[in-house]
């Protein structure tokens, strides 16, 4: 099964993906995809393969997409661990799940939290102004309707979160 993992912008999906692999890293049927991603590797919150335009232009993705001016990849070879029967699990972008889907068995697990947690998360950060996180926060992007669908809600401790994510997990084993 492929497990796309997506949801708002501050609403905890690096951290409660971290908190499945390091729960998760002795076993075998679950690999956590690294997002090759057109960016210096010092740049953003996020362990990704940074990768140049030219090479990602060269790479073959088993999904890829752009946003905010980058290019992002999911590698080809997650075919082999779905072919095996494993569980792969690949933070996304919410418009490739329908290519996903039409590819691959395909869960979706929407990591989400309340508007006023997001907005004090993105705010805690320091990467917008509070015009630009009003804005984020009245974006809407529907989800495909026909994919199975999970939500976590994340807005508890780190400890409840993660477990909500590894349940949500395990029920796509």
Do not use: C
Not at 147 to 172: H, I, K, W, Y
Request: glycine share 8%; no cysteine; hydrophobic share 50%.
């Amino acid at each position: 099964m492929l497990v796309l993992v997506v949801g708002p912008s501050g609403a905890g999906k690096d951290t409660l993906l971290a908190g499945a692999r390091a729960a998760l890293a002795g076993d075998a049927r679950f690999r956590f995809v690294r997002r090759a991603i057109t960016r210096p590797a010092e740049a953003g919150h996020e362990d990704h393969e940074p990768v140049t335009e030219a090479e990602f232009a060269r790479r073959d993705f088993a999904l890829s997409w752009a946003a905010h001016g980058l290019r992002y990849g999911i590698p080809a070879d997650i075919a082999e661990d779905l072919a095996r029967g494993g569980t792969v699990v690949a933070n996304v972008s919410r418009g490739v799940i329908g290519t996903a889907a039409a590819r691959f068995p395909t869960r979706v697990v929407e990591v989400t939290a309340p508007p006023e947690v997001l907005a004090a998360r993105l705010a805690e950060r320091g990467r917008e102004d509070a015009a630009d996180i009003a804005a984020r926060l009245a974006r809407q992007v529907p989800l495909p309707a026909g994919v199975p669908l999970r939500r976590v809600v994340n807005d508890r401790s780190l400890a409840e979160g993660v477990a909500a994510f590894l349940a949500a997990l395990r029920d796509a084993d």
